[in-house]
């Protein structure tokens, strides 16, 4: 079975700090994943996504992750946090063969102060 | 740009009363998911649907819980007798063509059982 763990539950960062998420995730198979993000009151967003290719993989809002087979890792990155990215962070894997859901981690809570 | 939309945004009922919750997935969109998210713990996947019947379902669906799509655009999750436990966020979520595309989160709806 898969399943995603989320190191940091909650981060503190001051304005212009850069960020880094860590996720790792446990499956045998091939993978796609995510990053979503939740802003207070609305709902899931998702911010990025690798299904295959450059492991280095862009998304919205300046935020990087990169695909890391080895260590199973898939960090969220983002060089120059703004109050606005305060949100709750979630990373979530499904299997890349069959139609399996979306299996998520636990979730982190970055906080931006100024 | 077209979104997931979920209604209501807020439900709150006594034990043992049967809820339905609504969804309308993005148009052109074919898979259907439900997923729940209990305060303070993970987002869980409870059932994707696919062509009129149930694709995938996970061990917290049980007979309590059933899904139906009665038109062409509403998707709802029935739990016909609801538990104190049931108390959660319910999030709908579509996808173009099967798991392996994004898929597109609705605001949820938070369901307080008393």
Known sequence: AQSVSQ?????ILSEAASLELGCNYSYGGTVNLFWYVQYPGQHLQLLLKYF?????VKGIK????EFIKSKFSFNLRKPSVQWSDTAEYFC???ALSGNTPLVFGKGTRLSVIA | EPEVTQTPSH????????VILRCVP?????????YRQILGQKVEFLVSFYNNEISEKSEIFDDQFSVERPDGSNFTLKIRSTKLEDSAMY??????????????FGPGTRL???
Request: aromatic share 14%.
């Open chain 2, 91 to 104: 999030f709908c979520a579509s996808s173009v063509v099967s798991t392996q595309e994004t898929q597109y």
């Open chain 1, 7 to 11: 190191h940091n539950h909650h981060v």
């Open chain 1, 62 to 65: 300046g935020f990087e992750a």
């Open chain 2, 112 to 114: 307080l059982v008393l």
């Open chain 2, 11 to 18: 439900q709150v009922t006594q034990m043992g009363q049967e």
């Open chain 1, 92 to 94: 979530a894997v499904n």
């Open chain 2, 26 to 34: 993005i148009s052109n969109h074919l898979y259907f998911y439900w």
């Open chain 1, 52 to 56: 295959s290719g450059d492991p280095l």
